[in-house]
């Protein structure tokens, strides 16, 4: 492969995008997606703390 290539895999997932999602003081929060072969460990994790601002994640998930 050259430098000028690029690769893309795409996985598609046909249930619906579920979170197990904990607030903190309404400042901080742990947002986990629940992927059915990858749990625990192995399933990314998220902190997200409120930085006031309108765009970002925390209002989002909040």
Same mark, same amino acid.
């Given at each position: 492969? $050259? +430098?000028q290539q690029t690769v893309l895999e795409l996985?598609?997932?046909d249930e619906?995008?579920?979170y197990n999602l904990i607030? &903190?003081?309404r400042a901080l929060c742990? &947002?986990?997606p629940y992927l059915?072969? +990858?749990r625990g460990v192995d399933s990314? $994790?998220?902190v997200i703390t409120d930085?006031? +601002?309108e765009e970002g994640l925390f209002p989002i998930f909040d």
């Open positions: 492969m $050259t +430098a996985h598609v997932y619906t995008i579920r607030i &903190v003081d742990v &947002v986990q059915p072969q +990858a990314p $994790t998220f930085n006031t +601002a």
